[in-house]
């Protein structure tokens, strides 16, 4: 039986200012986009009171009601929007008639609207205006992304080191004398944790799961069937507070099956090739983090709210490529926040009905939730207690770099799948930053021993700092800074000819990041070396040790999403697939233009590849490398109400498949093997 690909609807009104009129309005939209359940705001934004009293809640609580059995007769869902726990910001508010414990800076700095999630009196309020909401009966009451100790403006990066957290750190420390100053110098300290960073993970975790517990519980005590969903944020800021993703979630879910406004990572239009960076180092990480039976409904939002924010046709690329998540369905955050209701000429209604019959076609046939293929992308939820600070002075020194593989793979062509343990065998194993600390050094040799591993500078880096470097193959290494003059380009070294050119080159300067040099005690097959402005070769660069290592030279990169442009190349993207079929990479990639972004899956026996054209190029054909000996191709593109078969044709290592992508579209594809030919 066919599931619904659910189009959630957040929706403001004004109770009392303009609540009739779109009432009606919402009524016509629901029809118009496909609408499947309308989420209200209570609350919310440029609307927002404060923290809201009962009297304040009774109003919405009335126009619910109201709005519940409208959409009931159109077989609609009614979920709750409360805008707001923590608070996000203060605003120039205060905390009004509550007396909530604020919440406080690393500088001592006092809130006078954000509070401290840990204060009971407002655990006890906010639960509940939750069991409150509970009574409506409604499909999903949701928790927004100020359920968090980061990002309470203008509190320095957030919280929380009020007194009472103050006590918990001194009781845990073992020392009553404890100064705050004292304590944030220890969680931060550079080289080897410091006791103190793990009472500070530990904490953060504990407080928002005490949180998390008494708004579940109170829902739950009420209504028996009411969902609590979560907004969750940036995986790599929330490690820095140490979130328990699948305790947070089942605590908000007290029984039911949980569910996440996974982030979308672009509230403006981006180009489509950098929000897919994004949208795999952000989403895709959040995704993998999450308790597996977690309805994933992402949140797609274009503030400030109008097409001058964001087009309907990059409106409709965000739909398409989430897809890859496993999606329920989707969040759609389109109109202001301050009581206009639907803007009816901004036309989003007809895009959204042209594009839910392809979603939900995709979605039905079952392949992304089937096993995820590709490279395996390293990393730990837990990452954070694990990391060394390299200054010891700012809280966002406490974010992992493990993500870069996950952004830069799939740009050239190259499928990739996270994954949060080392436990594996007969896999490529790709690992930036510090991930190699989250595991112990007999788990870090067992994953060398059963697969190739790709590692980036700070990889190796740290691999050599822990002691195990030469698992890799690495005697000494040492950092070279971008633009100091010991390397300008990158130039191939291994006789092969890429790009049509001989000796190929590829700019290391300007738009790169810092590289090591490292010397090798292993046989290392070099593919490029690394060369100053004068033409003297200065290290090596991307280089395969023992078949089976693979060390892309590149890192300490300037934030966990960065993805320098001057790394991504059709040059580098021959290179790194070459170096992948030397290990024995099975894969099926990309080549052809770029940005054609491949997600793999395998189906019921069969292999499967998902296309996001993230260029503003149509893609003329599409061109696979290193796949398996496909004969032909089911293919089910975006443009198309019906799918097509295409027959495939093999140049070595290529497959050609003579259709045209166009940009900003997508495209599943079944490939068909001469065996499944037969069977056929």
Known sequence: MSERFLYMFRFCCDPGFNDQAETAALLRYVDEALIDDVAVFANVEELNTGH?????????????????????????????????????????????????????????????????PLCKDWQQHIARLYARYAQLHASILWVEDDFRLHNHDPLEWGGCFCEEHMRLYRERAGDPTLTREAFVEGVLKPGEPHPYRKIWLDVGRETMLSAARAIGEAVRAVNPTVRVGLMSSVPHVHAAEGRDWHALLRALACGQKPVDRVHLPAYQELSPSVYLHRFN??????????????????????????????????????????????????????????????????????????????????????????????VRVLYSPRSSYTLHTPLGRDMEELYPHECFFAGLLPALGIPYAYCDHADLCGEVVAVSGQAFRSFSPEEIRGLFAHNAVLINADAAWTLWDMGLGELAGIADVRWMAQNGGEYAYEQVSNGKCYVGREKARASAVISCSDAVDITYAANAHEY????????????????????????????????????????????????????????????????????????????????????????????????????????????????????????????????????VLPAMETALMRLITSSEEENA
Request: charged share 20%; with cysteine.
């Open 281 to 374: 180092m952000v989403s895709m990480l959040t995704a993998a983090m999450l308790p597996p039976e977690t309805d994933i409904c992402p949140e797609l939002e274009n503030y400030p709210f109008s097409r001058f924010s964001k087009s309907l046709r990059f409106t409709r690329f965000q739909l398409l490529s989430a897809l890859p998540m496993n999606l329920r369905g989707v969040m759609l955050d389109l109109y202001d926040l301050n009581g206009n209701g639907i803007v009816w000429e901004e036309g989003y209604q007809k895009m959204l009905r042209e594009s839910k019959d392809y979603l939900l076609r995709l979605t039905n046939l079952g392949v992304f939730g089937g096993r995820r293929k590709g």
């Open 52 to 116: 809201m009293t009962l009297e304040e809640q009774d109003v919405y609580l009335d126009f619910m009601r109201d709005l519940a059995q409208a959409l009931d007769q159109k077989g609609v869902t009614l979920s709750v929007n409360h805008w707001h726990s923590v608070m996000h910001a203060d605003l120039g508010k205060t905390m009004g008639p509550h007396a909530f414990r604020p919440m406080v800076d690393r500088y001592g700095k006092e809130a006078s609207l954000c509070v401290c």
């Open 528 to 659: 490029t070396a690394l060369h100053d402005s004068f033409r003297r070769r200065t290290a090596a660069g991307q280089v395969v040790v023992d078949g089976r290592v693979l060390v892309f030279p590149f890192g300490r990169f300037a934030s966990p999403l960065e993805i320098p442009p001057m790394l991504l190349t059709t040059l580098r993207r021959e290179i790194l697939q070459d170096m992948l079929g030397e290990v024995g990479f099975k894969g099926c990639m990309t080549a052809g233009g770029p940005y054609v972004e491949p997600y793999a899956f395998e189906h019921q026996g069969s292999q499967w590849l998902y296309l996001v054209n993230a260029s503003l190029d149509d893609a003329s054909e599409i061109v696979l490398s290193g796949a398996p000996s496909a004969e032909a191709a089911q293919v089910w593109l975006s443009t198309l109400e019906d799918s097509f078969r295409l027959q495939a044709s093999r140049e070595g290592h290529r497959t050609r498949l003579g259709f």
